[in-house]
């Protein structure tokens, strides 16, 4: 199966190893750290964790985390993925660059990301958790067709949990 994903302006591909210095630049930003990792700057550790849990998951499951760039640019703007939430399913997750901001690349990725999990992967559904004060990522969801069933405790105070289905 092809991991890589297209839409009007993006280039989705699956990260590899060579990716790791800039994740670790990128997750470590205040402003993209704030909801994707409630705060914590993830260690060198993590993120080479977080890199061989993606190829090990695109390999056994066809999903994983994909590094996203403008059609015909060379400069990275974020990441998208589907990873597990808890036992409750596969959750969709996005970060963008600062400079990216704005543009609608988030609502563009995260739907292509989704799109391909409730397609050629066959799931049912997607998931998303969302910090009450991410009014951003609420947008991004809302746009995506998700809808809220669930408040749960988070380390930022409640998040919200949604579910978008084929």
């Known amino acids: 199966m092809n991991h890589l994903l297209t839409t009007e302006r993006l280039v989705l591909r699956p990260v590899t190893a060579q990716d790791q210095t800039w994740l670790l630049a ?5 402003e993209v750290r704030k909801f994707l990792f409630d705060g914590a700057t993830p260690s060198p550790a993590e993120v080479t964790e977080a890199v061989e849990d993606s190829v090990r998951d695109f390999a056994a499951a066809g999903y994983g985390l994909w590094l996203v760039r403008e059609t015909g640019g060379t400069d990275l703007v974020g990441t998208a993925g589907l990873r ?5 399913g596969i959750e969709v997750l996005y ?4 400079g990216a901001w704005g543009k609608g690349y988030a609502t563009e990725a995260a739907r292509a990301v989704v799109e391909y999990a409730l397609g050629p992967l066959g799931l049912a559904e997607v998931l998303a958790e969302v910090d009450a004060g991410n009014a951003t990522s609420v947008a991004v969801v809302e746009r995506l067709g998700m809808t ?6 988070g380390l930022l105070g409640p998040m919200t949990r949604y ?3 084929r």
């Open 163 to 165: 579910r978008g289905t």
């Open 95 to 98: 970060s963008l660059e600062p």
């Open 26 to 30: 990128h997750w470590t930003a205040p």
């Open 84 to 88: 597990p939430l808890e036992d409750l």
């Open 148 to 153: 809220p069933f669930e408040v749960v405790p």
